[in-house]
């Protein structure tokens, strides 16, 4: 197999960049470990949870913004305790986990209006682990068993002045929920009243029940979901010797669950879909037999390292911002570079080219109404394009070894072709203008 090396992005400033790897740290870092990361696009601001209280040598109390130049204490931050495990921006405002001491309640949850921190209510009674807005509402998930004053375990909705619940059959732990074919589907920790461990389940309208088929083994746990070219892909830790298909990460087509190249050798803590390819952080060495250290990236077919660096500590969080790669978790450096728990990567990715993706050929180059398709070697059963975000925009049946896929009501940009042929998946760049 020949691998190629391509720039996707590049520094500003090229020939004065002081970190020859590409990683490069914010600032002089964080104290400790970061769990949580989101990024306000429309401000230009980075924000950072975690178990930190300080930001180079700023109080920060387990939450905090970069700028690009420089730290934010947001307004004192999480003051009862330096603990953040969700962060999210709901009605113009910052949401956040943590336990905040506002007035006389010191519940967790709390909002962030640009000066000062103020609660949701009640708040919830135990730890945030997801924070999402769906349809006008912001959706919380965690472990907790009251919120607003209610009984509610595990999963609620705040729509800025009250709170609903949900009755979730089950016990402990939600860690993440997806929608996924219009079923809300939750993964966890959590269990059912008999003690018999669940940890993946969906409501199907009426009831909550396993999703296919619960999580076997008594540790096993899910940490993260999310959607890539159409098919739900969860991680946590659970092993195939107890029963799973997969190891530590499984692939659900609405059917079956599915093993996705052999696994990893520990935990996965989070995904992000980036041109077309999956990009998963955790606890972790190895993903399908490749050593990739704590982020790697599946491409559909096969397992590979995300930069030719290895991080080697935790990797809670990812994230994509200004064509530069964010990663934030327990580790200290990278390579040489100190880069204390949160780091950005400006460097060349590697990505690898397949036998099979050398022989498909795509004009015109760029194209403007339709894309030709030629494989003078073998048919192709199926087509599909993604944009950027993984989003899927068309999928067709061809079975053929050449045709044409209009392509006319695209918006100009980059795009990813998948195409399903009898040797597996291929994967294309196009650009439409």
């Not at 669950?257 to 077309?276: A, E, S």
């Amino acid at each position: 197999m020949k691998k190629i090396f391509i720039v996707i992005f590049y520094f500003s400033v090229r020939s004065s960049y002081p970190f020859p790897n590409g990683w490069q740290p914010l600032g002089n870092g964080l104290s400790n470990y970061a769990t949580s990361m989101y990024i306000d696009s429309n401000n230009n601001l980075i924000y950072v949870g975690g178990r930190f209280d300080l930001a180079d040598s700023i109080d920060v109390n387990g939450i905090a913004a970069w700028d690009g130049n420089r730290w934010d204490s947001l307004g004192g931050g999480n003051v009862y305790n330096q603990l953040n495990f969700a962060i999210t921006k709901y009605q113009n405002q910052i949401y956040s986990d943590g336990r905040f001491v506002l007035g006389n309640t010191s519940n967790y949850g709390a909002s962030f209006n640009g000066i000062s921190w103020d609660s949701l209510g009640d708040g919830v009674n135990g730890p945030i682990y997801q924070m999402k807005e769906i349809n006008g509402d912001l959706w919380i998930s965690g472990f907790f068993y009251s919120a607003g004053g209610n009984n509610c375990s595990m999963l609620a909705t705040w729509n800025g002045a009250t709170w609903n619940c949900f009755n979730v059959p089950y016990l402990n732990a939600i860690h993440d929920f997806h929608f996924y074919n219009n079923q809300l589907v939750i993964g966890g920790n959590f269990y059912d009243s008999l003690g018999n461990n669940v940890d993946i389940a969906y409501y199907d309208g009426l009831n909550y029940q396993p999703l296919g088929h619960r999580i076997y083994g008594g540790t096993s746990y899910i940490n993260a979901m999310t959607v890539f070219r159409g098919d739900l892909y969860v991680g946590g830790y659970f092993l195939t010797a107890n029963g799973n298909e997969g190891n530590c990460i499984m692939r659900w087509d609405g059917n079956q669950w599915f093993d996705v190249g052999g696994g990893m050798d520990n935990r996965v803590d989070c995904f992000y879909v980036l041109n077309d390819e999956l990009l998963v952080g955790g606890g972790f060495h190895y993903a399908g037999g490749v050593y990739t250290g704590n982020l790697a990236k599946w491409n559909g077919s096969q397992w590979s390292e995300v930069t030719p660096s290895k991080i080697l500590g935790e990797v809670y969080a990812i994230d994509y911002f200004q064509n530069e790669l964010y990663v934030a978790g327990g580790f200290w450096t990278i390579d040489s570079v100190t880069v204390n728990h949160i780091a950005k990567y400006t460097g060349p990715l590697e990505i690898v080219e397949t036998d099979i993706t050398k022989n498909i050929f795509l004009s015109p180059s760029p194209t403007h109404d339709h894309l030709k398709i030629t494989s003078p070697q073998i048919n192709i059963h199926s087509s599909t394009i993604f944009d950027i975000t993984g989003k899927l925009l068309l999928n067709k049946e061809t079975n053929a070894g050449s045709f044409q896929l209009d392509v006319s009501s695209l918006a100009a940009g980059l795009y990813f072709l998948v195409l399903d042929t009898p040797k597996g998946a291929a994967v294309k760049k196009f650009v439409k203008e």
